[in-house]
């Protein structure tokens, strides 16, 4: 049965995760999910998941008999933990956390599962990034010399407005042309694509605004 939430929901992976981002993280989405073994941290912490979704292959047995009712058991591996909850929840939007860290095979499949899920209203918070699918229109105020990261995971090409470096006529492409360390001019930036596929890389600090705008944006699903 899928999570349908009217609120954002806080989904957490098995990778890297502080306490103090975690709370962070529940301001703004206050209904908890884990995907797999990120219930484990959780329950130490004293977080009791709505949700622990996943094939249960991480989750340490201890726990069991404390999420009884709560475990969605999924046995197939065609898809990571991240992409079956993501496939199970209904929410404004998902904030993730514990999906990147030293395995870097893990935080490229984290990516990959933004794009392959098709909605900007996914955002993925690293440890000192947050990463978003570009929607077809979006619209941010930064202040100037903001860190804007394009990362193409197909070819794609779009228009900006308040970047140093614009991006119209430029046909973006994994293995060719990416958008790394762009600048915000201050004040209004807007980015716009025909097709899905391009990722959004931002500080951290700029968490709030984007949970706002890709919510008021329109979306690829």
């Given at each position: 049965?899928?999570?349908?939430?009217?609120?954002?929901?806080?989904?957490?992976?098995?990778?890297?995760?502080?306490?103090?981002?975690?709370?962070?993280?529940?301001?703004?989405?206050?209904?908890?999910?884990?995907?797999?073994?990120?219930?484990?941290?959780?329950?130490?912490?004293?977080?009791?998941?709505?949700?622990?979704?996943?094939?249960?292959?991480?989750?340490?047995?201890?726990?069991h008999s404390q999420l009884e009712g709560r475990?969605?058991?999924?046995?197939?591996?065609?898809?990571?933990?991240?992409?079956?909850?993501?496939?199970?929840?209904?929410?404004?939007?998902?904030?993730?956390?514990?999906?990147?860290?030293?395995?870097?095979?893990?935080?490229?499949?984290?990516?990959?599962?933004?794009?392959?899920?098709?909605?900007?209203r996914v955002i993925l918070k690293a440890q000192?990034?947050?990463?978003?699918?570009?929607?077809?229109?979006?619209?941010?105020?930064?202040?100037?010399?903001?860190?804007?990261?394009?990362?193409?995971?197909?070819?794609?090409?779009?228009?900006?407005?308040?970047?140093?470096?614009?991006?119209?006529?430029?046909?973006?492409?994994?293995?060719?042309?990416?958008?790394?360390?762009?600048?915000?001019?201050?004040?209004?930036?807007?980015?716009?694509?025909?097709?899905?596929?391009?990722?959004?890389?931002?500080?951290?600090?700029?968490?709030?605004?984007?949970?706002?705008?890709?919510?008021?944006?329109?979306?690829?699903?």
């Open positions: 049965m899928p999570v349908q939430s009217i609120e954002g929901v806080t989904l957490v992976g098995g990778g890297q995760l502080t306490l103090p981002d975690l709370a962070a993280a529940l301001i703004h989405a206050p209904v908890l999910v884990a995907a797999d073994g990120g219930a484990n941290n959780l329950m130490e912490w004293g977080h009791l998941p709505d949700r622990v979704i996943g094939d249960i292959d991480s989750l340490d047995s201890a726990w475990i969605e058991r999924i046995a197939e591996q065609d898809s990571t933990d991240f992409d079956k909850c993501l496939a199970r929840i209904r929410a404004p939007f998902v904030l993730a956390l514990g999906f990147d860290g030293a395995r870097l095979d893990h935080t490229l499949a984290a990516m990959s599962t933004l794009v392959r899920h098709g909605s900007a000192e990034d947050i990463c978003f699918l570009a929607p077809p229109f979006l619209e941010l105020t930064l202040p100037e010399h903001a860190r804007v990261s394009l990362f193409p995971m197909a070819q794609v090409a779009g228009r900006s407005e308040g970047l140093h470096w614009p991006i119209d006529g430029l046909q973006f492409a994994p293995h060719a042309v990416i958008g790394t360390s762009n600048r915000a001019l201050g004040g209004r930036m807007s980015l716009k694509f025909e097709r899905p596929g391009m990722l959004v890389l931002l500080e951290r600090r700029y968490l709030a605004p984007v949970i706002k705008a890709v919510q008021s944006m329109p979306d690829w699903r």
